[in-house]
Nanobody, 121 residues
Framework: QVQLVESGGGLVQPGGSLRLSCAAS????????MGWYRQAPGKQREFVAR???????NYADSVRGRFTISRDNAKNTVYLQMNSLKPEDTAVYYC???????????????WGQGTQVTVSS
């Protein structure tokens, strides 16, 4: 079994910062990519940022320049530094990992339980 545990969400004023963390644990052989998605009330889940094992990153246009994703491969942990937060960043943020549980398996996606980020004055 694989578990993804997020932390770091909360309430912050517009213009403020938060740092999300997500640690993957369990039966993990290798992790190809880790990333973040978010879902606001009444909206579909959307991509935020992603980092692959080689270090390449991708960002949604809405967060590029404000959010930074990083990864500690030794700890199977991904971080999302969020700066200059806006009310429209309010959502539940979900961690995603694309990984193998054994050498012979294909890669599968795993999800965390989500952490609430609220940007409001």
């Amino acid at each position: 079994q694989v578990q993804l545990v997020e932390s770091g969400g909360g309430l912050v004023q517009p213009g403020g910062s938060l740092r999300l963390s997500c640690a993957a644990s369990g039966s993990i052989f290798s992790i190809y990519a880790m990333g973040w998605y978010r879902q606001a009330p009444g909206k579909q889940r959307e991509f935020v940022a992603r980092i692959v094992s080689g270090g390449n990153t991708n960002y949604a246009d809405s967060v590029r320049g404000r959010f930074t994703i990083s990864r500690d491969n030794a700890k199977n942990t991904v971080y999302l530094q969020m700066n200059s937060l806006k009310p429209e960043d309010t959502a539940v943020y979900y961690c995603n990992a694309n990984l193998k549980t054994t050498r012979f398996d294909s890669r599968d996606d795993y999800w965390g339980q989500g952490t609430q980020v609220t940007v409001s004055s």
